[in-house]
């Protein structure tokens, strides 16, 4: 049976560290897989190979947050019916939740596959990895659906306080996954589409595994009825998902502006940065377990109208993220060389310093900055704890607006390594607004 947590009661700090370390190590299992799938493809195909998977990555990362945005903001609801006792409203929400999510994979899938090709030529993606590219594109996409029900189970389990079941999924994922890849890649020879199906096909074995612990949740007994769309409460839902799919949807545009500009340094430039990013879910794996955590902790206590105990859990959270954050950055400091050698091939030895110098270079700007990224996923899951998810829209507005700005006119002041502060920028103009606004609103509650 699935680990249930009532977040409304209890010391604040264990309860979120408590709930925050398997979701932790969950983010690092599903991380540690995309490595392994760019080191297998960048090792066992090549350097051309690992330009390709990177000059995709940020128009894959479009859909693929959207999908999981959507699915997030739904959560927000299912954890304030969980925090309020309300079962039978936690099971229509549930019940909405599934239909609009059915039509939205639909949506997404269409999209993708009919904008892959155009994309990928407005992002002057170069010639000789453009066919790689489009590969990994058709297959990632057309298994949205799959990765959207995961996506839906998981948070579902976040809304009820259960971290540990998504981190079983996730080690089962990965385990699968590693084993997939030698397989396709070095087995069959099958180069980034086997990488790609690799990891679909994990993907589809963790939503199975969530499946099954959702089904032995005692009170989560839906009926037909529950599935019957409810007008209101699929406007409520979508309220509540539609700006954090639009979030990431911006955050994601911005991302693909960065890579066009990216793609004009050549494909060198190109499978450093691209090191480096696969490096970016390790560094932010804490921050997202941080603000599941911090999300569902904030939307529980406001369900169950508990709002001054937000406060006091914000407080340790804040603490936490920070402390962990500098963890991390010395870490890197430390053995960040070390580990991005591992995703280049050794064969290519004339080109092999240059790309580890661009993605050493990269990985020291963001980890000398990282703090600003922890406190921007703690201000803005509370906020969407809250029932707030326009100001966090909004804040993806602000990312994309540096991101894009700083991609521009940064390399033409001091070259191309203005790219590498492209994101410290978005990061830092997001926070300000986050911070800014989560303050205000706090102190509203506590007057009241």
């Known amino acids: 049976m699935a680990a249930t947590k009532d977040m409304t009661t209890g010391a604040p700090a264990k309860l979120l560290f408590g709930f925050s370390l398997p979701l932790m190590l969950g983010n690092v299992f599903q991380q540690f897989y995309t490595i392994v799938d760019t080191i297998i493809v960048g090792q066992g195909v090549g350097m051309q190979a690992l330009a390709s998977i990177g000059a995709a990555d940020w128009l894959n990362w479009l859909f693929l947050w959207m999908a999981a945005g959507m699915t997030q903001g739904f959560s927000i609801l299912f954890a304030q019916h969980y925090g309020g006792k309300d079962e039978k409203s936690l099971h229509k929400s549930i019940g909405n939740?599934?239909?609009?999510?059915?039509?939205?994979?639909?949506?997404?899938?269409?999209?993708?596959?009919?904008?892959?090709?155009?994309?990928?030529?407005?992002?002057?993606?170069?010639?000789?990895?453009?066919?790689?590219?489009?590969?990994?594109?058709?297959?990632?996409?057309?298994?949205?659906?799959?990765?959207?029900?995961?996506?839906?189970?998981?948070?579902?389990?976040?809304?009820?306080?259960?971290?540990?079941?998504?981190?079983?999924?996730?080690?089962?994922?990965?385990?699968?996954?590693?084993?997939?890849?030698?397989?396709?890649?070095?087995?069959?020879?099958?180069?980034?589409?086997?990488?790609?199906?690799?990891?679909?096909?994990?993907?589809?074995?963790?939503?199975?595994?969530?499946?099954?612990?959702?089904?032995?949740?005692?009170?989560?007994?839906?009926?037909?009825?529950?599935?019957?769309?409810?007008?209101?409460?699929?406007?409520?839902?979508?309220?509540?998902g539609m700006p954090v799919m639009f979030q990431d949807a911006i955050i994601s545009i911005g991302g693909m502006v960065l890579q066009s500009v990216i793609n004009g340094f050549g494909v060198l430039f190109v499978a450093g940065f691209t090191a480096t990013n696969k490096l970016y879910g390790i560094l932010e794996t804490a921050a997202i377990s941080y603000g599941y955590a911090i999300s569902t902790f904030v939307a529980q206590n406001k369900g169950a109208g508990n709002d001054k105990r937000i406060k006091a859990g914000m407080r340790k959270g804040i603490t936490m993220a920070f402390a962990t954050s500098v963890l991390i950055s010395v870490l890197m400091f430390l053995w960040g060389n070390d580990i991005l050698?591992?995703?280049?091939?050794?064969?290519?030895?004339?080109?092999?310093?240059?790309?580890?110098?661009?993605?050493?270079?990269?990985?020291?700007?963001?980890?000398?900055?990282?703090i600003i990224l922890y406190a921007l996923h703690t201000y803005r899951s509370a906020l969407q704890g809250m029932g707030d998810t326009v100001i966090p829209m909004v804040s993806g507005m602000v990312e994309f607006v540096m991101r894009v700005s700083a991609a521009i006119f940064l390399p033409r002041f001091i070259g191309q390594e203005g790219i590498f502060y492209a994101e410290i920028l978005a990061w830092s103009g997001a926070c300000v607004l986050l911070v800014t606004v989560y303050y205000k609103k706090i102190a509203l509650v506590t007057l009241t």
Request: with cysteine; hydrophobic share 55%.
């Open 97 to 240: 939740a599934v239909i609009l999510t059915i039509g939205a994979a639909v949506v997404l899938t269409a999209a993708g596959e009919l904008a892959a090709s155009p994309m990928l030529a407005l992002l002057k993606t170069p010639e000789d990895i453009v066919a790689g590219s489009l590969t990994y594109l058709r297959v990632m996409i057309g298994g949205l659906t799959v990765i959207m029900f995961y996506n839906l189970e998981a948070a579902l389990l976040r809304a009820l306080g259960d971290g540990r079941s998504p981190l079983t999924a996730m080690v089962i994922a990965s385990c699968t996954n590693i084993g997939l890849d030698l397989l396709f890649v070095m087995g069959f020879h099958l180069g980034i589409a086997g990488a790609a199906a690799a990891t679909l096909i994990a993907q589809g074995i963790s939503c199975i595994y969530c499946f099954v612990v959702l089904r032995r949740v005692s009170f989560l007994k839906l009926k037909r009825q529950d599935f019957a769309i409810d007008i209101s409460l699929a406007k409520r839902l979508l309220r509540l």
């Open 341 to 370: 050698s591992l995703f280049i091939s050794s064969e290519e030895v004339q080109a092999e310093q240059e790309v580890l110098q661009i993605a050493h270079h990269y990985l020291m700007v963001m980890s000398t900055f990282l």
